[in-house]
């Protein structure tokens, strides 16, 4: 499985970015798909997963600002991240793991960075 990230950048506080990843491959290995973020000197951390029938899991940082969607036809799972705080600036990365949750498999990061 390979996972292709984009739509990172720079936004001001209180912006909106929406980033997206794009699965090829072995596809039909994958159950849960999300996102993951390290700041600088901190640990990865999980923002949100989403599995194929659609139920969601977001960290309580980003609950009420960030959507996470999939199209499970194009194997694509979307963030949409509103009111941006500068303490969301980070490295995220898309994640997919298998339906045994056993295995990770991880897209290259794309930067964002919430500054004015």
């Known amino acids: 499985v390979q996972l292709q990230a984009s739509g990172g950048g720079l936004v001001q506080p209180g912006g909106s970015l929406r980033l997206s990843c794009a699965a090829s491959?072995?596809?039909?290995?994958?159950?849960?798909m999300g996102w993951y973020r390290q700041a600088p000197g901190n640990q990865r951390e999980l923002v949100a997963t989403?599995?194929?029938?659609?139920?969601?899991n977001y960290a309580d940082s980003v609950k009420g600002r960030f959507t996470i969607s999939r199209d499970n036809a194009k194997n694509t799972v979307y963030l949409q991240m509103n009111s941006l705080r500068p303490e969301d600036t980070a490295v995220y990365y898309c994640?997919?793991?298998?339906?045994?949750?056993?295995?990770?498999?991880w897209g290259q990061g794309t930067l964002v960075t919430v500054s004015s």
């Open positions: 491959g072995m596809v039909f290995s994958i159950n849960a």
């Open positions: 989403i599995l194929k029938d659609g139920s969601s």
């Open positions: 994640n997919a793991q298998n339906w045994a949750f056993s295995y990770n498999y």
